[in-house]
């Protein structure tokens, strides 16, 4: 692994953004980061955060257009309330400030918490939970469904919102809708190693996958001898679309969980947008590429978001981040 030792490796990685990218504010003490021209006057705010490991996810998503900070906790671990509330603060100019939470147990416990702490500082708080993964109702780390690939989708929409000047309101709304309208499936087909334990998390035999992975490596729905692309592109969509429902068309994450290739990831695109053509689903706007992490695990996973005209041009409207970037 290209680390120093386990115990530092949140901190480095913050120190390595910091020098990066000097339009964020870093502060590696407290693992807090945001747009250096926060607060931005008259706009609602976007703050997010989770256990490290799901790397650009979130880090990577702050600045214009999407959010405003973002709280890094240990690997696969929650960041604590002190830095949700210390990170609202400093973005807050006024408007208020949008909490995204993935339905993880810890991250809605200290979220939670952290609203209300913010709130008797005078901060107005708002929550929105994602919770898009149709593998499984329940896991290890949650109670009901997995945060997973919408939170990409929810954070830049809302972000537009917000961008926009839109009140908080009305940027809840729109996260709301978009976490309604997306569902997310996860395949793995090979394990993640995390640093403290420089092994593998779950034990996935050669030759086989795990449909319905978690981004922690909670299992899902089965395990299967290897597939092919076209086999699981079949497999995913259609569990995406069976739980989806609706009309019209779908802006398509094809999301890499770490470890597999770019070539692999468009092969599979490729395959997604297949069965997609196949059922009639037309496709709006397709992005490829890791955004939502698990380490160094080898996989991907599928999220499907219905999109109305406005949707997709908050979608389309201006980003600048360290890992989402048109239009300006």
């Known amino acids: 692994m290209l680390i120093n030792v386990p115990e530092t490796v949140v901190a480095d990685a913050l120190r390595g953004i910091a020098a990066a990218h000097p339009e964020l504010t870093v502060d590696v003490e407290h693992r807090i980061v945001v747009r250096r021209d926060a607060p931005v006057e008259g706009k609602v705010a976007l703050v997010s955060g989770g256990g490290s490991g799901h790397e650009p996810l979130h880090a990577g998503f702050v600045g214009p257009g999407m959010l405003a900070a973002a709280c890094a906790g240990e690997v696969f ?39 209300e702490l913010a709130e008797d500082e005078g901060v107005q708080v708002a929550k929105v939970l994602v ?9 290890t780390y949650t109670a009901g469904r997995r945060g997973t690939g919408a939170t990409l989708f929810v954070e830049k929409i809302a972000g537009a919102a917000a961008e926009e000047g839109a009140p908080l309101e009305r940027v809840e709304a729109i996260a709301r809708q978009v976490n309604a309208a997306s569902r997310s499936f996860g395949v793995a087909l090979g394990a993640c190693t995390t640093p403290a334990k420089g092994s593998p998390t779950f034990d996935l035999p050669p030759g086989e996958l795990e449909l319905g992975v978690g981004i922690h490596g909670e299992p899902g729905r089965e395990r299967r001898p290897m597939m092919t692309s076209r086999e699981i592109a079949d497999f995913a969509v259609d569990a995406v679309l069976e739980d989806l429902g609706g009309h019209g068309p779908v802006l398509v994450l094809v999301n890499g969980m770490g470890a597999t290739p770019l070539l692999e990831l468009y092969g599979f695109n490729a395959e997604v947008q297949r069965v997609l053509g196949e059922r009639r689903v037309p496709v709006a706007r397709t992005l490829v590429g890791n955004y939502v992490t698990s380490l160094d695990m080898a996989g991907c996973s599928v999220t499907l978001c219905r999109a109305d005209e406005e949707l997709l041009r908050l979608w389309d409207a201006p980003v600048r981040t360290a890992a989402l970037r048109w239009g300006v």
């Open 77 to 115: 671990t929650s960041p604590v309330p002190d830095q949700m509330v210390r990170a609202a603060s400093a973005v807050d100019s006024g408007r208020g400030v949008l909490f995204v939470v993935k339905n993880y147990t810890g991250d809605v416990l200290n979220f939670e918490m952290a609203a």
């Open 131 to 139: 919770d898009d993964d149709v593998a499984v109702s329940d896991s």
